[in-house]
């Protein structure tokens, strides 16, 4: 493979790594949030908002349940309002974090059901407030499950960052589609399989680790 | 100053019945109460196709200052209820409910957290937070109530030597034995120095010998501490150990009340009696049971069951009828227990000879007051 081909690997390999970083980024800002508001607002928990719960539930579901394409052209107008043009990785960014954010929601809600609800009565009986409760209990216990989540969301940004070549974002996916399929090189296929295969795996290695370490319910037993 | 609060508290609680102070803080009227209960009931609405349940009705009692009161009752009595009442993680459907002379009732949100801080509570299964160690643990509370790194860091020292797990400051409990677990959590209810401590059935998930342990800790925590300890259990042995009043609870009631030592010399409801007979048993060995005839046989004896309730009580009467009635009267079989310091149980003796000495025998004890029946006969 020539050098310039090498090159355009690495690049692209650059554009997929922003594009799936700063989406993750955002998408945990966003989702980490909604995933414990929803984890924690139904009748009787400690942030009881059934009807928001509800309300907010739905616009998750329905925003998991449009197809990621479609998504990135249906949101055009908007990512052009946000990130000034809808064309490049940066522009990219905006529908890899509208479709993560639900995503991360979800699976933070989730992680957070996890822990047991007797430790949120403890915390209460001692005179936690809720956000004490969120950030001293909930958060700390449900951390294996937050960082399993996450890397699970990496993985799948990683998934969708190859969609978004669809409009011009760039990235690991473009380069396969753009070289490997049109142009017909089945080796620049291959070597963007390859690299995306490499970088799931470090992700989910790194991710299970990381949940390893910060995991004191099973050690030493 | 609590007063104060407390009063401008209620003029802010707009729709409520407008109370007198008297009655917001009753602490004058009854100092000795650590605990006070009016008048509550507690309902839980219908939900989910679930019906309504009447968890608590008409409680109307006081946990006296520095006591270690028991709560017993068989599950589903309403104890849980009970005792989430007196921390306000639960408000009562009707009445009130004073903790150390606040209506704690009537306290929500912020004032509600601060009340809570005098308030420990320890749990069956210990509820600790796996991710942080046995001294994060404790330190907690101490964050939640705002104290410096400083401070946290002598306290919990000094907690960790209290509960005598010293050594186990930087164990996660997962590490930790179901014993150490239930230190960690005493020392954790105890961190912010509160004047009650709740024990939600706290050793039910410990083996008799750690049980005794906790029991033993909890025990020393009341006497040097002078730390209130209400205790919640369904097992007579947790009362016996340890409880110097007690609160029998059936179906939401209270059904009898006051020092464990009457109320357990002279049960009167039969749940009472029931938590009774597991302590002293008011079933005959096997061996003897089955070899009890209900008529007389040449040369047998009379089984004589005899109640023993009080100090000392069943010490002489083996020795007392043998020299008094001058007949060899048998010791068939005898279970005592202490409750209360009060000695508690009963005894059967088979008594030799004709109808007669039958008769003197259970004449005898009638009146020595001590309460006899007739069994049948053995060989």
């Known amino acids: ?221 | 100053m609590k007063a104060a609060s407390m009063n401008a508290h209620q003029s802010l609680a707009i729709g409520r019945p407008i109370e007198t102070l008297a009655a917001i803080s009753p602490a004058p009227a009854e100092p000795d109460a650590m605990v006070r209960f009016t008048g509550i009931s507690k309902t839980y609405p219908a939900y989910r196709g679930k019906p309504g349940v009447n968890a608590l009705q008409d409680i109307d009692f006081a946990i006296p200052r520095g006591s270690i009161t028991g709560v017993i009752g068989r599950s589903g009595a309403g104890k849980s209820s009970l005792v989430r009442l007196i921390n306000g993680l639960e408000k009562p459907t009707t009445g009130r409910v004073i903790v150390d002379g606040r209506a704690i009732s009537a306290l929500a949100g912020s004032q509600l957290r601060l009340a809570q801080r005098s308030i420990g509570m320890i749990f069956q299964h210990f509820n600790l937070l796996s991710s942080r160690t046995a001294a994060d643990n404790i330190a907690l509370p101490l964050e939640i109530a705002g104290w410096t790194k400083t401070d946290i860091k002598a306290r919990v020292t000094e907690l960790l030597a209290l509960v005598g797990i010293a050594d186990k400051h930087d164990r996660y409990p997962s590490e930790l034995s179901g014993g150490q677990k239930q230190r960690v959590g005493i020392a954790r209810a105890l961190a912010t120095r509160p004047s009650v401590l709740l024990s939600d059935e706290a050793t039910s998930a410990l083996d008799p010998q750690t049980t005794r342990a906790i029991l033993d800790l909890l025990a020393n925590i009341n006497r040097e501490l002078g730390v209130t300890i209400v205790l919640i259990t369904h097992e007579m042995s947790v009362v016996r150990q340890l409880a110097k009043e007690v609160v029998v609870l059936d179906a939401g009631r209270v059904v009898e009340s006051g020092h464990v030592a009457d109320i357990f010399t002279h049960p009167k409801h039969p749940i009472t009696q029931s938590f009774l007979a597991e302590v002293i048993g008011d079933s005959l060995p096997v061996s003897l049971a089955s070899r009890i005839v209900s008529d007389r046989t040449a040369g047998g004896q009379a089984v004589i069951r005899v109640q023993v309730r009080g100090a000392g009580a069943g010490d002489t009467v083996v020795a007392r009828l043998a020299r008094e009635l001058g007949l060899d009267v048998a010791l068939l079989s005898a279970r005592i227990d202490e409750i209360g310091g009060q000695h508690v149980g009963s005894l059967v003796l088979g008594i030799p000879g004709s109808e007669d000495a039958q008769a003197r025998v259970l004449a005898w004890l009638s009146q020595h007051q001590f309460p006899a029946e007739h069994l049948g006969y053995v060989a």
């Open chain 1, 1 to 221: 493979m020539s050098p310039e081909l090498i090159n355009l690997i690495i690049q692209a390999t650059g554009e997929s790594l922003y594009m799936v970083g700063i989406a993750a980024l955002l998408g945990t800002v966003f989702g980490l949030p909604l995933g414990v508001f929803l984890a924690t607002s139904r009748k009787g928990e400690l942030f009881a908002a059934p009807l928001v719960n509800r309300v907010l539930g739905a616009i998750v579901n329905a925003t998991r349940s449009t197809p990621f394409i479609i998504l990135v052209v249906a949101i055009i107008p908007f990512t052009r309002l946000v990130a000034g043009t809808s064309i490049g990785s940066t522009a990219a960014i905006v529908p890899l974090t509208i479709a993560s954010a639900p995503f991360i929601a979800r699976l933070v809600e989730a992680a957070i059901r996890e822990v047991d609800g007797g430790l949120i009565e403890t915390a209460s009986s001692f005179g936690a407030s809720p956000i004490q409760i969120v950030l001293k209990v909930l958060i700390p216990e449900a951390l294996p499950g937050l960082l399993l989540a996450l890397t699970l969301a990496v993985v799948s940004l990683l998934g969708y960052s190859a969609m978004v070549g669809a409009v011009g974002g760039g990235g690991l996916g473009d380069l396969g589609i753009r070289y490997g399929y049109q142009r017909f090189m089945p080796e620049m296929m291959l070597a963007v399989v390859v690299v995306l295969i490499a970088l799931v795996q470090i992700v989910q290695s790194a991710g299970d680790y990381l949940a390893r370490r910060v995991n004191r319910r099973l050690r030493h037993r």
